[in-house]
């Protein structure tokens, strides 16, 4: 600089580079030490227990169940934000979520949130959004008569017709032809979706309840559920492209009837986008998935509102563009591999190296060492010491 301005008062020009290294360097460093210094909780996850709601079985693909105050909450963390997924297990406590989420560096937010959730949240000042509509059916009052389910049964004659075949199997699940029919259905529709909602695992779907359909011996179509102790909940939806008309229908239909015959009393066939006012002005009609919630109406479901309430203009435009990336691009899907069992077969290969055979001829008295080289023969290295 003193180069540059060979004219100029030296001193002055001193003083001009200390006062902007220490406006745009040293205060900033300070100010981001001080934030560095407040103690930070880490959350600590709950173990799931068998009456919790059945769509937390998404702990098995990176959500976690955290405690805040007498509530348990269904929670992923995304770009700083700490966002609780669905209604809280126990009394909806927004300020000691909030807390409980500030503590450990994270902003609240709150998504598919319930009415009780809404009302708290909007009761300390948050904005509250209505995003989607869960359709709910109560499978011990459900039947597929009735003016309003005519829609329905029309689909399921066409799925008697065409000769549509369930299973509904609770092991060895055929999990290679389902494989081909999810590829089929991700080619169709780009990916697959993802945080709060479910991604093909063979691992979670052992764990699920899982219901078949065939024509004659192939494979057209599954759907899978989240069962609780007390409620069920659809996950995964998949068909390859030209089932005949009626057979997802016939899938809902037959896990309708397994819950009236094993006591459950709620069943939900997952949330839509809502066609609220607002969510219309901001969307195109495609991304309202028209066709999605037309599928669903014909059960005729009670249909509950789904929110999303976050503290902030800014927070709550962060809050909805972080999930809706999140939903769209979920990124690769971490999936486990089950445990090798005690009559597995393990098979690997070993590089094949080139010796020499003199180190192999070993003379009297000569003492027997391995050739200290490794990998193919184009690309020999010493092995490190141990």
């Given at each position: 600089m003193l180069a540059l301005l060979p004219h100029s008062d030296q001193a002055a020009l001193i003083g001009a580079i200390l006062a902007f290294?220490?406006?745009?360097?040293?205060?900033?460093?300070?100010?981001?030490?001080?934030?560095?210094?407040?103690?930070?909780?880490?959350?600590?996850?709950?173990?799931?227990?068998?009456?919790?709601?059945?769509?937390?079985?998404?702990?098995?693909?990176?959500?976690?169940?955290?405690?805040?105050?007498?509530?348990?909450?269904?929670?992923?963390?995304?770009?700083?934000?700490?966002?609780?997924?669905?209604p809280a297990f126990g009394p909806a406590e927004i300020g000691s979520f909030s807390r409980t989420m500030r503590r450990a560096g994270l902003v609240p937010v709150l998504y598919k949130a319930g009415r009780a959730e809404a009302l708290a949240a909007r009761s300390l000042g948050w904005q509250v959004l209505k995003v989607a509509e869960e359709a709910i059916v109560d499978p011990q009052k459900w039947s597929p008569e009735g003016s309003s389910r005519r829609q329905l049964r029309r689909h399921l004659r066409h799925a008697a017709q065409a000769g549509i075949r369930l299973e509904a199997p609770r092991h060895r699940l055929p999990i290679a032809e389902m494989?081909?029919?999810?590829?089929?259905?991700?080619?169709?529709?780009?990916?697959?979706?993802?945080?709060?909602?479910?991604?093909?695992?063979?691992?979670?779907?052992?764990?699920?309840?899982?219901?078949?359909?065939?024509?004659?011996?192939?494979?057209?179509?599954?759907?899978?559920?989240?069962?609780?102790?007390?409620?069920?909940?659809?996950?995964?939806?998949?068909?390859?492209?030209?089932?005949?008309?009626?057979?997802?229908?016939?899938?809902?239909?037959?896990?309708?009837?397994?819950?009236?015959?094993?006591?459950?009393?709620?069943?939900s066939l997952a949330a839509v986008p809502a066609a609220g006012e607002t969510l219309t002005r901001l969307l195109p009609a495609a991304a309202l998935a028209p066709g999605l919630r037309r599928f669903k109406q014909s059960f005729a479901p009670d249909w509950e509102p789904r929110y999303l309430c976050?503290?902030?203009?800014?927070?709550?435009?962060?809050?909805?563009?972080?999930?809706?990336a999140a939903i769209h691009f979920p990124g690769p899907s971490l999936q486990r591999r089950p445990p090798c069992g005690p009559l597995s077969e393990i098979r690997f290969e070993l590089p094949a190296i080139l010796c020499d055979c003199d180190e192999w001829n070993l003379q009297p008295g000569q003492a027997a060492t391995l050739p200290q080289i490794t990998g193919p023969a184009h690309d020999r290295r010493p092995l490190p010491p141990s």
């Open positions: 290294r220490i406006i745009y360097y040293l205060l900033p460093a300070f100010l981001g030490l001080l934030g560095l210094l407040r103690p930070v909780a880490p959350l600590v996850a709950e173990r799931q227990s068998a009456p919790m709601p059945s769509e937390w079985g998404l702990v098995r693909q990176g959500a976690a169940i955290l405690r805040a105050g007498p509530a348990l909450w269904l929670c992923r963390e995304r770009l700083g934000l700490g966002i609780a997924i669905g494989a081909q029919v999810n590829t089929a259905w991700t080619l169709k529709n780009r990916r697959e979706r993802g945080f709060s909602m479910g991604r093909f695992a063979p691992d979670l779907l052992e764990q699920q309840r899982v219901f078949l359909a065939y024509s004659r011996d192939r494979l057209l179509a599954f759907a899978s559920f989240h069962a609780g102790a007390q409620d069920w909940s659809l996950d995964l939806v998949r068909h390859v492209d030209g089932s005949p008309d009626g057979t997802m229908h016939l899938l809902l239909t037959s896990a309708i009837e397994t819950c009236r015959a094993e006591g459950i009393s709620r069943l976050a503290a902030g203009t800014f927070t709550m435009t962060r809050a909805a563009l972080t999930v809706a």
